[in-house]
């Protein structure tokens, strides 16, 4: 998949490359309390104890099943980061959902089912705060960086002030695909363009980002409902722990694992003529070539 991500993007040594693209479609829900690891722990596909393991790690690909094992939605785990004593850190017992925005109201509900006498709270902060994706050849993260702060871009904007304890903007690797590039977490009101101009040629879109995502295989919010978690993928994108017992749909998603009977899969594929041409897909004219 490499090789066909950089394809895509071969340009010239001097002209800027890749997309920013703001997601519009994604929303973030608030999950925060001293039992909300705790209860995530029980409700996702991926192992939510390794944000403790790996310090550097501030988001991880998930699902959320049912009880029959089927996909509610897919979402990203993400650790909010803070100023303390002037550095940047990780929020405790807090985790931003970064979901599609139609699945948000359905993941509230399907979480507060297990929340009785539990301290969390939930909360929809989409309108104070917006998820963007970078892809760009000079930003390729290798497989084990995938889910960690970014450290080749500075982060110049907050999302409050730099008053101790407010939220800051973070970048990071797109846990799912090295091929995905960067995700930024960020305020509604800050302008990400100035930030990374010098590695851009323009602002793209939602539907720039889902034709590359498409073209890797990846299915993100209702294009996925109701399927089993291995026709989408989720074992080659991150997104589950097959040493983790005990979570919401694990019973049928492990056996359908250990018995070998995944019948379908999610794959990409493109329908061409002879001339075709990488520009043809109309993702971007920075994918064009000169």
């Known amino acids: 998949m490499n090789v066909l991500f950089r394809r895509f993007f071969s340009t010239t040594a001097n002209k800027k490359v890749g997309i920013l693209a703001p997601l519009d479609k994604r929303g973030i829900l608030c999950v925060v309390g001293r039992d909300s690891y705790n209860v995530l ?19 991880m690909s998930t699902f959320f099943l049912d009880s029959n094992g089927r996909i509610i939605c897919e979402a990203m785990l993400n650790k909010p980061q803070i100023y303390s004593q002037g550095k940047r850190v990780s929020k405790q017992n807090e985790l931003w959902l970064d979901c599609d925005k139609e699945l948000i109201q359905d993941l509230v509900y399907h979480i507060q089912g297990f929340t009785s006498r539990k301290h969390i709270d939930l909360g929809d902060i989409s309108e104070d705060v917006r998820v963007w994706s970078l892809i760009s050849p000079y930003f390729f ?6 889910g960690k702060l970014w450290k080749e871009i500075t982060d110049e904007g907050q999302i ?17 695909l090295p091929a995905l590039g960067a995700r930024i977490i960020a305020s509604a009101e800050n302008n990400r363009v100035e930030i990374i101009e010098d590695f851009v040629e323009t602002v793209s879109n939602q539907a720039d980002y889902d034709r590359i995502r498409m073209l890797f295989g990846v299915a993100e919010g209702k294009e996925i409902e109701n399927m089993l978690p291995f026709t989408a993928n989720v074992d080659f994108l991150n997104s589950i722990s097959l040493s983790k017992d005990d979570y919401l749909g694990q019973d049928i998603t492990s056996r359908n694992y250990t018995d070998d009977v995944i019948k379908k899969r999610i794959m990409p594929f493109l329908v061409s003529t002879p001339n075709f041409k990488a520009e043809d897909l109309g993702i971007c004219k920075c994918f064009s070539s000169s």
């Not at 993260?141 to 995938?146: L, Q, V």
């Not at 409050?160 to 799912?176: H, I, K, L, M, Q």
């Open 41 to 59: 722990q029980g409700l996702c596909t991926n192992d939510v104890k390794k944000f403790q393991k790996d310090n550097q790690r501030v988001s």
């Open 141 to 146: 993260p290798e497989e084990t960086d995938c």
């Open 160 to 176: 409050g002030s730099e008053d101790e304890e407010d939220y800051a903007d973070f970048t990071f690797a797109d846990p799912r």
